[in-house]
């Protein structure tokens, strides 16, 4: 095995650990001592040992002299846990190929600083896009203090997300249906709005074979129409959140605060997207799925609030100028106006079509 190898093998680590991290980064970490891997391990939950405590632990005695190959910049400061570049001197590990590094204020470099300081040689960049790639989400919430967005949409053949009866159920297949609850597992947030609870009372969580983590559910509604007795108020699967607006009836909102719902009480009537998720970056949130409807796609298409498109499309023609489409609103005016996007995965899932794009 060469450098790129052991990297390589890094990177796997942390990218089992989807979902599960949050609001840290995933991070892989691999020893390597006279051409045999002595220790290996991934941050498995916030709070707990880092993924280079991990391989440090399991390789003992053998770390010193050791290289050690680590998807980002081993931290640098006193949080949760102490600092893996302390652990990574303590070692007496010789050599450390980092892949990229960390972005946030308090490490930024400093964590390699201090290592090649006590005598450390420390490469930096080896497979950095593909490990990049595997916290963009970490990387955007860091940046930016606000949550990492995937607006997810199914549609037939010809755009529609329902007939002009309202029939939605179901336009994808099977295999899609089970693809999106992988993608609900990986988010921390899965948001609607009123409209859908009303309409389809969804329980929006995740039901994957293996398990998997529910989401915190997020619902869009300005003036508190959300039902009572709807799933989301009362089945306690998991935390729920109620964004809404100025005008919201108060004796509304100690009616859903009795019953375990947060409300979100913005400064205005209507619900700015913008100032919606950083209420949510503030809890922590790092990435929202957003699942519609077709109105809240809108509004988060007119305000560039994404950085994620997943869009499924099934081989079938519904027509009908009235039928719904996945993208409401008042819509984008100007062609020049639009959000560029490049496809970066296409998959067949069943007889239906997934396409992954991002902003460029």
């Known amino acids: 095995m060469n450098n790129q ?28 001592k006279d051409g045999q891997i002595i220790g290996m391990g991934a941050h498995l939950k916030a709070g707990e040992p880092h993924a280079e405590v991990h391989a440090v632990k399991m390789a003992g005695e053998k770390a010193e002299g050791a290289t050690l190959y680590v998807t980002l910049e081993p931290c640098s400061h006193f949080g949760k846990t102490p600092p893996c570049s302390n652990l990574v001197i303590e070692s007496g590990i010789k050599k450390v190929f980092v892949a990229c590094v960390d972005p946030n204020p308090l490490v930024g470099g400093a964590g390699i600083r ?38 997810k949409s199914a549609t ?34 899965i948001l609607v709005g009123v409209n859908t609870v009303i309409k389809d009372n969804p329980s929006l969580t995740t039901r994957l074979d293996s398990g998997g983590k529910n989401p915190i559910r997020v619902i869009l509604d300005t003036t508190l129409r959300t039902p009572l007795d709807s799933r989301i108020v009362n089945d306690h699967a998991a935390d729920t959140i109620i964004v809404t607006g100025t005008d919201a009836d108060p004796e509304r909102v100690r009616q859903f605060s009795e019953r375990g ?12 997207i913008v100032d919606m998720l950083k209420k949510l970056g503030d809890r922590s949130i790092t990435s929202v799925y957003v699942e519609g409807g077709a109105e809240v796609h809108g509004s988060f298409l007119k305000e560039k609030a994404f950085q994620q498109v ?31 996007l490049r496809i970066i995965d296409v998959k067949q899932l069943g007889q239906d079509i997934r396409f992954i794009a991002e902003p460029e």
């Open 310 to 340: 997943i869009t499924y499309i099934a081989p079938k023609l519904l027509g009908g100028k009235t039928a719904p489409t996945a993208y409401g609103g008042k819509g984008i005016a100007r062609l020049e106006d639009t959000v560029p």
């Open 114 to 151: 201090k290592m090649r300081d006590a005598g450390i040689e420390v490469d930096v960049g080896l497979m950095e896009e593909e490990a990049k790639a595997l916290n963009k989400v970490f990387f955007h919430y860091i940046s930016t203090g606000l949550p990492y967005v995937t607006l």
């Open 156 to 189: 037939s053949l010809d755009g529609k997300i329902a007939t002009v009866t309202g029939e939605s159920k179901w336009i994808t297949g099977e295999e899609a249906r089970k693809d999106v609850h992988h993608f609900r597992h990986a988010h921390d947030a």
């Open 261 to 272: 719902i947060e409300i979100i009480k913005l400064e205005t009537a209507k619900i700015g």
């Open 5 to 32: 190898d052991y990297m390589a093998l890094a990177i796997n680590l942390a990218r089992a650990t989807e979902g599960q991290t949050s609001p840290n980064p995933r991070v892989g970490a691999v020893l390597v």
